[in-house]
């Protein structure tokens, strides 16, 4: 680490590791830790409980079945934390790009402190390789796919948002599976989050879109679908314990405001990326 990072970060810098693929810092200020991936804030360990709870459970709680869970992405282990209060989970299979990250998320004792080891539990395997090619070879299926991508920031990310990605993933859906994914700010970014929306659509006949408050990052939203089978988003097939934010009642989450609506939006496909157009004009705008 040199002067001008720390400088950047404005707090305490107690880790730092350049993988293959990303920068990563840990800083420390009072009791609240945050970690930056390439200088983005990754998460808050203030906040980062609303962001996981509202990323999990809705889809979690609507799902037939949970006994096998995908996890694409959300290497530090979080979303996978949340997963293990459904007893009835059997299996969880993380796949994150990244093994540095997954390796730093399984070690680091501020870390597993964070995440309650999740990394670590029989239950979850941890594949580091590249989502988009792994789940075209994949042979298994799934009763809950957790997506927690980094925004489209980039066309290497951007195939993880695409038509083509979406259909691969309906592939390895059990018929009564539920799907969810980090969808970037409804607020800051509504052409995006509405342009992952609409491309979703075009996959599964039951789309939904909703959206949650974390401090660190504002408003935050989330795409969900269900594949084949009738019921609503209100349906609530199961409940973990002790949750601090969401509270199960899905109607209150996904209520948007006109600020935070855009129809003007094409489909995300491999040939157009449109979607790296969309984020880069948005959140540029807020540089």
Known sequence: MDYSEGKLYGENIIYTNSTQYQRIVLTHNKSDYRLYLNNNLQFSSADEYRYHEALVHPAMSIAKNVKHVL?????????????????????????????????????????????????????????????????KSC??????????????????????????????????????????IQTTSPYFAPKSFWCINKTVMQVFSQVDAYHAYVPSFGEWGYTIAINGFGTTFNT???????????????????????????NEIEINRLDNQILVRYFDEEWGKLQ
């Not at 070690?107 to 597993?112: A, D, E, P, Q, Y």
């Not at 609530?236 to 600020?259: H, M, S």
């Open 71 to 135: 996890v694409l992405g959300g290497g530090d282990g979080l979303a996978v934390r949340e997963i293990l209060k459904y007893k009835e989970v059997q299996k969880i299979t993380l796949v994150d790009l990244d093994q540095g990250m997954t390796k730093l998320f399984k070690t680091n004792k501020v870390l597993t402190d964070f995440n309650k080891g999740a990394l670590n539990n029989p239950k979850v395997t941890v594949i580091n390789t590249d989502a988009y090619i792994w789940a």
């Open 139 to 180: 042979k298994e299926k799934f009763d809950v796919v957790i997506i927690d991508f980094p925004d489209p920031s980039n066309y290497s990310l951007g195939k993880l948002y695409s038509l083509n990605f979406y259909q691969t993933i309906k592939a390895i859906l059990e018929t009564d599976a539920a799907v969810v």
């Open 236 to 262: 609530i097939n199961r409940k973990a314990p002790g949750l601090k934010f969401y509270n199960y009642q899905f109607d209150r989450f996904n209520y948007f405001t006109t600020d935070m609506i855009s």
